[in-house]
């Protein structure tokens, strides 16, 4: 079965300093995978995918994830953190069929002044 | 773009009604939509998922005849919580996914969210 570990269930940054929001996969086959940001009242943004293309995938706002099936890992990174981006952030693998998502617990990233 | 909106953003109901949430893709047609519930400060959890014009398939522990799904036509999809309960109380958001090849190139194509719906029953 997949599944998603999101290791931090926070981690607070200072603007402007780097972002690391990090996740393991778990899966039998080659996944796809996503991360989205959710923001207060807000619904779910798609920050990137990996879908067996290139292992290094930029997404909007800055952020980019490495995809390492050595380490089964997909972790989120930004260099320099905006205040904006202060939001509950979810790693996300597809199952096999495609059909649904499995999401991770999410990581609550603040950004602070 | 990809739009997805929800109808109504939130609700409180008395126990032992029942509440409608639709979901509606705006600008494209959507063949499969999913629901989800959110509690608190957790993550997603998948409750079912919604095929146009077919019976809905339910995820374990998911009590199909409590949350009726519909799937009528090809932008709209609508959660009912029958004879809701306070434990029913959460926070639930739907996703559509774009028909056909035209709209995507394979399954784990781009879902769509929409801005949820915060059920409070009392």
């Given at each position: 079965?997949?599944s998603?570990t999101?290791?931090d269930?926070h981690?607070?940054?200072?603007e402007?300093?780097?972002v690391?929001?990090?996740?393991?996969?778990s899966?039998?086959?080659?996944?796809?995978?996503?991360?989205?940001?959710?923001?207060?009242?807000?619904?779910?943004?798609?920050?990137?995918?990996?879908?067996?293309?290139?292992?290094?995938?930029?997404?909007?706002?800055?952020f980019?994830?490495?995809?390492k099936?050595?380490?089964?890992?997909?972790?989120?990174?930004?260099?320099s953190?905006?205040?904006?981006?202060?939001?509950?952030?979810?790693?996300v693998?597809?199952?096999?069929?495609?059909?649904?998502?499995?999401?991770?617990?999410?990581?609550?990233?603040s950004?602070?002044? | 773009?990809a739009?997805?909106?929800?109808?109504?953003?939130?609700?409180?109901?008395?126990?032992?009604?029942?509440?409608k949430?639709?979901?509606?893709?705006?600008?494209?047609?959507?063949?499969?939509?999913?629901?989800?519930?959110?509690?608190?400060?957790?993550?997603?959890?998948?409750?079912?998922?919604s095929?146009?014009?077919?019976?809905?398939?339910?995820?374990?522990?998911?009590?199909?005849?409590?949350?009726?799904?519909?799937?009528?036509?090809?932008t709209?999809?609508?959660l009912t919580?029958?004879?809701?309960?306070?434990?029913?109380?959460?926070?639930?958001?739907?996703?559509?996914?774009?028909?056909g090849?035209?709209?995507?190139?394979?399954?784990?194509e781009?879902?769509y969210?929409?801005p949820?719906t915060?059920?409070?029953?009392?």
């Amino acid at each position: 079965a997949q599944s998603v570990t999101q290791l931090d269930s926070h981690v607070s940054v200072s603007e402007g300093t780097p972002v690391l929001l990090r996740c393991n996969y778990s899966s039998s086959y080659s996944p796809s995978l996503f991360w989205y940001v959710q923001h207060p009242n807000k619904g779910l943004q798609l920050l990137l995918k990996y879908t067996s293309a290139a292992t290094l995938v930029k997404g909007i706002n800055g952020f980019e994830a490495e995809f390492k099936k050595s380490e089964t890992s997909f972790h989120l990174t930004k260099p320099s953190a905006h205040m904006s981006d202060a939001a509950e952030y979810f790693c996300v693998v597809s199952e096999e069929a495609g059909t649904a998502l499995i999401f991770g617990k999410g990581t609550t990233l603040s950004v602070s002044s | 773009g990809a739009v997805v909106s929800q109808h109504p953003s939130w609700v409180i109901c008395k126990s032992g009604t029942s509440v409608k949430i639709e979901c509606r893709s705006l600008d494209f047609q959507a063949t499969t939509m999913f629901w989800y519930r959110q509690f608190p400060k957790q993550s997603l959890m998948l409750m079912a998922t919604s095929n146009e014009g077919s019976k809905a398939t339910y995820e374990q522990g998911v009590e199909k005849d409590k949350f009726l799904i519909n799937h009528a036509s090809l932008t709209l999809s609508t959660l009912t919580v029958t004879s809701a309960h306070p434990e029913d109380s959460s926070f639930y958001i739907c996703s559509a996914r774009k028909s056909g090849t035209s709209g995507g190139d394979s399954p784990q194509e781009t879902q769509y969210f929409g801005p949820g719906t915060r059920l409070l029953v009392l």
